[in-house]
């Protein structure tokens, strides 16, 4: 499985996270703590954008309808969600983040 470099580990912050496309998947890489994670960036229940959402901890909050996922997980933890977010694989290369799409 092939590593895909998506941005830089300046991009993307705690406050700020880093929006995606790669290979027809929209995609968020989102910093919790020391710690990257990306997830998808659509949200199941309708269009909004995740990383436009409000970050809070460990939590993204959609800026539509209010669902609230856990990042690292991405597991719905409240609201019209619908469903888990898919996860990707993310690792850090010198200073790139890279991620694992299949
Ligand atoms: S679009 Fe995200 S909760 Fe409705």
């Not at 993307?12 to 880093?18: A, C, G, L």
């Not at 919790?32 to 995740?50: G, K, R, T, W």
């Not at 970050?55 to 469903?83: N, Q, W, Y």
Request: net charge negative; glycine share 8%; proline share 5%.
């Amino acid at each position: 499985m092939n590593w895909v470099s998506v941005c830089k580990v300046g991009q993307v912050s705690e406050d700020s996270p880093f929006s995606v496309k790669v290979e027809d998947k929209e995609l968020g890489v989102f910093k919790v703590e020391e710690n990257f994670f990306a997830i998808e960036d659509i949200c199941p229940h309708a269009y909004a954008l995740l990383t436009q959402g409000f970050v809070e901890g460990r939590t993204v909050e959609c800026p539509l309808h209010e669902a609230i996922f856990d990042i690292p997980t991405g597991k719905l933890e409240s609201g019209p969600g619908c469903r888990n977010l898919n996860t990707y694989a993310v690792r850090v290369d010198g200073d790139d983040i890279q991620l694992q799409l299949a």
